[in-house]
């Protein structure tokens, strides 16, 4: 079946710093979706991305569709403490198919 | 706006009794609600789809019979753990979708212990 390759597993990041990771998939998507999740509460949608090569912003936080279709990245910019939890990607085939999920990516502050 | 709930967020049950967990879109008709189970440091793991007024849709190696959804308005499932043991302690997310169908909203979770 698909598999969404999500990395790096985790990171630490320093106030300040800019960070990115990146999803990976073994077949195409027509749909990627971006969610964080903090601890003990749902996933919640950051980006979502609609067509290959889209460019896409949220405050400061970037994510790009692939053009291959087959991956996605996701960038924060001048990280904040706040910033610290878990990002899942997720894809989607054809609206109505049920998503994908990445294994995750777990945002932490360095000591 | 998407904006999706769950309730209760938190609940210890008996081994043997049966805990339903109610999901409500509150501002858009979710033609479509999934539930997922999340074990700790664990991606979501897709349960079932349920589409209102139809048949949940489950995953392979989802008991039916133990987790059963009802989807029976646009705006609400419930997932009821039947006959619950402690390796069903976990945590419970429901997500849903409108009628678009690309974006996908997700509820608080509900965090179940089973003693």
């Known amino acids: 079946g698909q598999q969404l390759n999500q990395s790096p597993q985790s990171m630490f990041i320093q106030e300040g710093e800019d960070v990115s990771m990146n999803c990976t998939s073994s077949?195409?998507?027509?749909?990627w979706l971006w969610y964080k999740q903090d601890p003990g509460e749902g996933p919640v949608l950051l980006i979502a991305l609609y067509k290959a090569g889209e460019l896409t912003s949220n405050g400061r936080l970037t994510a790009q569709f692939g053009i291959t279709r087959k991956d996605s990245f996701l960038n924060i910019s001048a990280s904040i403490p706040s910033d610290v939890g878990i990002y899942f990607c997720?894809?989607?085939?054809?609206?109505?198919?049920?998503?994908?999920f990445g294994g995750g990516t777990r945002v932490l502050v360095k000591p | 706006g998407a904006v999706v709930s769950q309730h209760p967020s938190r609940v210890i049950c008996k081994s043997g009794t049966s805990v339903k967990i109610e999901c409500r879109s509150l501002?858009?008709?979710?033609?479509?609600m999934f539930w997922y189970r999340q074990f700790p440091k664990k991606s979501l793991m897709l349960m079932a789809t349920?589409?209102?007024?139809?048949?949940?849709?489950?995953e392979q190696g989802v008991e039916k019979d133990k987790f059963l959804i009802n989807h029976a308005s646009l705006t609400l499932s419930t997932l009821t753990v039947t006959s619950a043991h402690p390796e069903d302690s976990s945590f419970y997310i429901c997500?849903?979708?409108?009628?678009?169908?690309?974006?996908?909203?997700f509820g608080p979770g509900t965090r179940l212990t089973v003693t």
């Open positions: 997500s849903a979708r409108g009628m678009a169908g690309y974006e996908q909203y």
């Open positions: 349920s589409n209102e007024g139809s048949k949940a849709t489950y």
């Open positions: 077949s195409i998507f027509n749909t």
């Open positions: 501002d858009f008709q979710a033609t479509t």
């Open positions: 997720a894809g989607q085939f054809t609206a109505g198919n049920k998503l994908t």
